[in-house]
């Protein structure tokens, strides 16, 4: 199997920092922008990792790798690294949903 079988996307990423994250989330939820409604919606679980190789030879090349898993599925995201300016982070992403092979054990699954 092909680890990206997806061709690339742009992401584009509304980074903001706020002293009061109750005060913003009342004024979010009750506020339409151009057209657009936030409402609240279930809560999702989700656990990320990074990984590289020893030299940190990705993060040199201006990416990171990113394994996330909810519930049973994974999914594998190379991700450029960018910086926000004013706000707005545009990063380029190519991500593929990934499959664990049987028997295969994770470092972590070692440590338990």
Known sequence: MALFQQPASVEIE???????LDA??????????DGWAVTPAAVVHLRDAYFDTS????WRSGYALRVRRTGVAIEATMKARA???RGVAVRREITSLASRRAGARSR???VR
């Open 83 to 85: 910086s926000g300016r």
């Open 14 to 20: 509304w980074q903001f920092a706020v002293r009061d």
């Open 108 to 110: 972590r699954d070692e």
């Open 55 to 58: 030299d940190w030879r990705l």
């Open 24 to 33: 913003f989330r009342r004024w979010l939820v009750g506020t339409e922008l």
